[in-house]
């Protein structure tokens, strides 16, 4: 099994930014794909970004695109989620999810560990 662990969330004004981390500590080697998902309030978990170890191909709900980078430190086993120019539609939990798959999965059935989340708000 994969074990990971979401850090970086916090309170933002809109407009700002702020960088997530999801370090794997367990269970690298089965994965192919590291997904970034969020869930608001009373709200179903939705897809963010995606990226690949092997080449770092990366893929971005359309929410965020232009906004949020993804990126992947494979030394380090650790992946980042770059948010900037946030809105307060952003405010969720994120959480940080690893998949075998490797011809960018978006649904979360195609996860099969995730962390336990780092909450994100975003203020107007």
């Known amino acids: 099994q994969v074990h990971l662990v979401e850090s970086g969330g916090g309170l933002m004004q809109a407009g700002g930014s702020l960088r997530l981390s999801c370090v794997v500590l367990r269970g690298t080697s089965s994965s192919r794909s590291m997904g970034w998902f969020r869930q608001a309030p009373g709200k179903e978990r939705e897809f963010v970004a995606l990226?690949?170890?092997?080449?770092?191909?990366?893929y971005y709900a359309d929410s965020v695109k232009g906004r949020f980078a993804i990126s992947r430190d494979n030394a380090k086993n650790t992946v980042y989620l770059q948010m900037n120019s946030l809105k307060p539609e952003d405010t969720a939990v994120y959480y940080c999810?690893?998949?075998?798959?490797?011809?960018?999965?978006?649904?979360?059935?195609?996860?099969?560990?995730w962390g336990q989340g780092t909450q994100v708000t975003v203020s107007s």
């Open positions: 999810a690893a998949s075998r798959a490797a011809a960018g999965p978006q649904s979360i059935s195609e996860y099969d560990s």
């Open positions: 990226i690949t170890w092997s080449g770092g191909s990366a």
